[in-house]
């Protein structure tokens, strides 16, 4: 199971967890299979996030590449931040660490 935000749902994705509206009524009940439609409702009602079915490191077949390329592109309006260039560093360093193929060492060899 993986929490996904509305915005990179997609159609044919399997919610885990059932959605439940500010009074614990069932809105959408677990193995619910996602449509446009219902993504767009869903968005329209304010929700910000659910649980579908999948690996949570799953990254949907993107390359080491990729994913930096997204996360760069998420941090391009705070570049000249100092704080936030810090979390894209941790961000990055764990994205490296956690999918790329050769282990990313901290210090750099010395002989």
């Known amino acids: 199971m993986k929490r996904v935000v509305i915005e990179e749902l997609l159609p044919d994705m399997v919610l885990a967890k059932a959605v439940t509206n500010a009074n614990g009524l069932p809105i959408l009940s677990a193995g619910t299979v996602f449509d446009s439609v219902m993504i767009e409702r869903l968005k329209r009602m304010g929700l910000t996030s659910v649980y579908v079915e999948g690996d ?56």
């Open 56 to 111: 949570q490191e799953d990254t949907s077949g993107k390359s080491l590449t990729e994913l930096e390329a997204d996360l760069t592109h998420r941090f391009r309006r705070v570049a000249q931040d100092p704080a936030q260039q810090i979390i894209l560093r941790m961000l990055r360093k764990h994205l490296q660490e956690t999918h790329a193929t050769i282990p990313v060492s901290e210090e750099p060899a010395t002989e």
